[in-house]
């Protein structure tokens, strides 16, 4: 059976909790030690006579309802940073994925060097190099992009065991 305490009855574990040693124990079981009750307990401070295990006290906190609306609100918060960083990632992938070298042409076939600078197309370059001539004059660009199938295999949209995409590269003659 839940057990409760003096907090406001409609304390909802978005603010920390009063007693700073079951905030720590609350921010421990959801971060570094992931669900351990034991490790929890003991990462918070908390130091157990030999009659009362770690295990036990840590399970034992774990019955206050104020405690367990803290983890939930920590668990909400933490699963909320994970899938931004998540769709992120997918972002990221998906231009590595799509971007070609044609789309850095501009209008009359010649390179367009705003999309250099563009964001959504950048991030799919691997390498940008300068080529010079003997007396240091610039000649042109190598551009070089990302392996749009390994980018590809991570979404899941490829298998893992075909060959690697062939490395883009263009040479823009400046």
């Given amino acids: 059976m839940p057990r409760t305490r003096q907090l406001p009855a409609n304390y909802d574990g978005s603010g920390p909790l009063p007693n700073p040693r079951h905030e720590a124990f609350c921010v421990a079981y959801v971060g570094e030690q992931r669900g351990n009750a034991a490790a929890s307990y003991r990462a918070a401070g908390y130091k157990t006579k030999k009659r009362h295990p770690d295990a036990a006290a840590g399970q034992r ?20 940073k994970e899938k ?13 994925a799509t ?12 390179i367009d060097i705003k999309k ?16 010079f001539d003997k007396d240091g004059c610039l000649l042109d660009y190598r551009i070089k992009l990302k392996d749009s ?8 949209l490829a298998e893992a065991d075909q060959p690697g995409g062939v490395q883009q590269v263009l040479v823009i003659n400046v």
């Fill in 61 to 80: 906190l774990l019955t206050f309802v104020d405690i367990q609306k803290r983890i939930a609100h920590l668990e909400n918060e933490l699963a909320e």
């Fill in 84 to 96: 931004l960083k998540a769709i992120d990632a997918i972002r990221h992938l998906k231009a590595v």
């Fill in 99 to 110: 971007v070609t070298l044609a789309d850095f042409i501009g209008s009359g076939g010649h």
């Fill in 116 to 131: 250099l600078r563009d964001p959504a197309l950048a991030q799919a370059i691997q390498e940008i190099t300068p080529i």
């Fill in 149 to 156: 199938m390994k980018a590809l295999q991570l979404l899941g």
